[in-house]
């Protein structure tokens, strides 16, 4: 089997196609991956075959559309954001994402497309080509009637009177993403391939939720809902972790700090591919809670947020001295480091709640403390909350204050009810079928799945059903037999004793 894996985000949205990618060539498939510019170089060190679109994912996230959206909170408004980034970046390098994308395809042959809806037209690429397509999420997405959807804190269901009207919620999610500027651009796209354009943004709904689609998460950080396989081609696989390179070697510095005799273990403090405002704003807040905190040992990742001590400044830090002096003893920079090999070193871990960063500091078995930007970063946040395992920062953590994150950073290292919950939390989520694995015989079953266009290994095209809430609505005109009671997310068993580490 061929596979080709497509996908328009940033390096987390990545990495976990590299590890899907590393497995398939294992079972003796053979796989490449398209992605943005900026992704290219970590798929090629991995030692997967690599196409490299225009497109630069780490530009639009630092892009002022996409930075005015991240400060408004908005999840919906943070997606159309990107979106908007996206395409002014494209018109600006006159350069055209789908397009790049199906000479992806052609180029490389594929007998199945792998990807992600970042890409809005990646269905009509498929299409195109006629070849299967398999779309995967890092969270839950797909609409349900027992499961709210990633992308509304508890308290916004509330203020939108969706908290027991989950299909409402989900609708509300769907129609953000094919609204009708997004339909006008995707119908201008099927028009340029000689495709037949949407009618509404109903029938792309209801097109792409008759797609074979791959949950890519633990089911004991999210259940899989109870109607899922019931209603759409799905499976929950599990997480898709990319393990540190069998050569990987740390830095000497870094390696030194984690190992120092008589130290308490540090935290991990990191935003990952995000854009977290000011580097030095945001770097001295670190360090004072750090300080406040009881003097607490810190590993930084810089990533694309670029935090890190050297941003202090003698001339604008006022207490400039006091902080690089505790710096230099209690903190070490790192720009970037394998999660698998770095977390289980920490006894906490302070982020963005991305959800692989979120997914790995779970699997290391160590608390976090997240301070969400949007998109389905805050559900993460109340949902590891929710666990036991985590604490829910109230805002973004250019927002945040040195004594609320002081509070939290002190919780992180000396709560043992926390401490406990994490670890009982991540031998679960170790003791689990490695999602890679459930995801390539997944993969292997879709090849010959039914579609709403003609493919290889199944000519006959499939008509799609409507969107699961219009379905609902026919069965409320027509009843049927009841729904069982929602699925509800429990805490982390507290009697089961940890496993060793990670």
């Known amino acids: 089997m061929r596979v080709g894996i497509i996908t328009h985000g940033s390096r987390g949205d990545t990495q976990p196609y590299l590890a899907l990618a590393q497995q398939l060539k294992a079972c003796g498939h053979e796989v490449a991956i398209c992605g943005p510019s900026s992704t290219v170089d970590l798929v090629q060190e991995h030692g997967i075959e690599s196409y490299g679109m225009t497109f630069d994912c780490k530009s639009a996230i630092q892009s002022d559309v996409l930075q005015k959206a991240m400060a408004s909170g908005s999840g919906a408004e943070c997606v159309k954001a990107f979106m908007e980034a996206c395409t002014q970046q494209n018109a600006a390098n006159h350069a055209d994402s789908p397009e790049e994308a199906s000479a992806f395809v052609s180029a490389y042959k594929p007998d199945i497309i792998i990807g992600h809806p970042s890409l809005q037209a990646l269905l009509i690429v498929a299409e195109k080509h006629q070849l299967p397509l398999m779309v995967t999420m890092f969270f839950p997405w797909l609409p349900s009637q027992t499961m709210q959807p990633a992308c509304f804190t508890a308290t916004e269901l509330g203020e939108k009177g969706w908290s027991t009207k989950p299909l409402e919620a989900h609708k509300s999610v769907w129609d953000s993403f094919i609204d009708a500027e997004a339909l006008i651009k995707l119908n201008q796209l099927r028009t340029r391939w000689g495709l037949k354009p949407y009618a509404s943004c109903s029938e792309v709904q209801a097109l792409y939720q008759a797609l074979p689609f791959a949950n890519c998460y633990s ?284």
């Open 219 to 502: 089911q004991h950080v999210a259940p899989e809902p109870r109607d899922l396989r019931e209603e759409f081609v799905a499976k929950q696989t599990g997480y898709l972790f990319m393990d540190a390179l069998p050569d990987y070697e740390p830095p000497m510095e870094l390696l030194k700090f984690l190992t120092a005799a008589g130290q308490e273990k540090p935290l991990y403090v990191g935003f990952g591919s995000l854009s977290a405002g000011s580097p030095r704003l945001v770097t001295e807040k670190v360090l004072r809670a750090l300080m406040r905190a009881g003097n607490k040992r810190c590993v930084i990742a810089g990533g694309w947020s670029g935090i890190g001590p050297e941003h202090l400044s003698p001339s604008l830090t006022g207490d400039f001295q006091e902080l690089k002096e505790f710096a230099d003893e209690h903190v070490v920079k790192v720009e970037a480091a394998p999660h698998s090999w770095l977390l289980p070193h920490c006894s906490g871990a302070v982020h963005h709640g991305g959800a692989g960063t979120t997914g790995a500091v779970a699997r290391a078995g160590i608390p976090g403390a997240i301070a969400a930007f949007a998109w389905d970063q805050p559900w993460w946040a109340e949902q590891m909350e929710t666990l036991g395992v985590g604490i829910a920062l109230p805002a973004m953590i250019t927002s945040v204050d040195v004594d609320t994150l002081a509070a939290a950073m002190a919780r992180l290292s000396s709560d043992p009810v926390l401490a406990k919950q994490a670890a009982t939390l991540g031998a679960l989520i170790r003791s689990e079928a490695s999602g890679s694995e459930q995801l390539v015989k997944f993969t292997e079953e879709c090849l010959t799945a039914a579609h709403p266009w003609p493919t290889p290994l199944h000519p006959v095209p499939v008509a799609p059903l409507l969107p699961l809430w219009d379905r609902y609505q026919q069965q409320q005109e027509q009843p049927s037999k009841p729904l069982e009671p929602c699925a509800t997310v429990q805490q982390v068993p507290q009697q089961q004793p940890p496993m060793g580490g990670a």
